[in-house]
């Protein structure tokens, strides 16, 4: 396996990725951003959750718009990304397969979404992470099962 896919597997492990996304809700650290390139790029599917301003740029950016402002109807303790594969797609990409599941916060229905993560590297570094998702579903949740 190479250190690139082993890196994308990490971050759909809940105890490596867990500590990570506490400390980008926190205002992350460099535990979080050593993972990262300066100019990260997070790229949110088309008309999903704060579609409007993305792409968004460096970890600052990503932090405020993403995890401060976006999924404030996900349920954060049982929100996963069940993983159903990992793709090697060339040097610096790796692609991720499978479904979002959590709980809507209003309604208490609980979802599974189809989603596919592309994951670029620069140097070890996560240089860009690209969203696609059934952003209908996304954009309805409490309305579809």
């Known amino acids: 396996m190479t250190d690139k896919m082993a890196t994308v597997q990490k971050f759909y492990d809940p ?20 993972y990262f390139d300066p100019e990260f790029t997070w790229v949110t599917a088309h008309n999903g959750w704060n579609f409007s ?31 159903s594969e990992y793709i090697d797609a060339g040097p610096d990409v790796a692609i991720v397969l499978g479904h979002y599941t959590s709980t809507s916060v209003r309604s208490g229905a609980w979802h599974r979404i189809q989603v596919a993560h592309v994951w670029t590297f620069k140097e070890s570094r996560v240089k860009e992470f690209r969203q696609y998702t059934n952003t209908y579903h996304m954009m309805n949740f409490d309305s579809c099962e």
Do not use: C, H, R
């Open 15 to 34: 105890t490596f990725i867990g500590p990570i996304w506490m400390s980008f809700m926190e205002g992350g650290d460099d535990n979080a951003f050593q």
């Open 53 to 83: 301003g993305s792409p968004y740029i460096g970890m600052k950016n990503v932090f405020n718009n993403v995890f401060v402002n976006g999924g404030a109807d996900l349920a954060p303790e049982n929100y996963f990304v069940d993983v």
